[in-house]
């Protein structure tokens, strides 16, 4: 199992989301978070906008890593949204953004935060994958496409 796999529960897989810009995804995000796992949806959309003031979480090819450190969390936890129409998301080739994938980690968050994350870019970056995930209608089906998949292993 992948790391990303591990912390997405099937529940935190939406499609079709209706969101008009950034700071509507973040807030489908945090009622998404504050409804499946007790975190307050102003706590984690605040914590995403603290993030992406620093820089846009866009990865270009229309996806995106929204990711923020929650006070009180105890374990990283993922959710992935494809929302119904793209939005502007300040990502590096300006191509706007239909796919987000979300990560929260603990406020201490360690190495195992950089991991998850190099392991989401590293998912994002197959080509014939990111096309199936920005496509895809049933969750459940897409929920599955992301636990299957496997992270290429160093040798080193």
């Known amino acids: 199992m992948n790391r990303l796999a591990a912390i997405l529960p099937a529940g935190n897989v939406l499609v079709n989301v209706d969101a008009s810009s950034k700071k509507r995804a973040f807030e489908q995000a945090g009622l998404l978070f504050e409804n499946q796992h007790a975190i307050a949806r102003a706590?984690?959309?605040?914590?995403l906008f603290a993030r992406e003031r620093l820089g846009s979480t866009g990865l270009g090819h229309g996806v995106a890593i929204p990711h923020g450190r929650?006070?009180?969390l105890k374990n990283p936890l993922a959710a992935v949204v494809?929302?119904?129409q793209p939005i502007a998301f300040e990502a590096p080739d300006d191509e706007p953004v239909v796919l987000l994938i979300f990560l929260l980690v603990p406020e201490a968050a360690t190495q195992r935060h950089l991991e998850i994350l190099s392991e989401?870019?590293?998912l994002l970056s197959d080509r014939e994958l990111r096309e199936r995930l920005k496509v895809e209608t049933d969750p459940v089906k897409l929920h599955e496409m992301i636990s299957r998949w496997e992270p290429l292993r160093s040798v080193a």
């Open 120 to 122: 989401i870019a590293e």
């Open 43 to 47: 706590t984690v959309s605040d914590n």
């Open 82 to 84: 494809r929302l119904a």
């Open 70 to 72: 929650i006070k009180g």
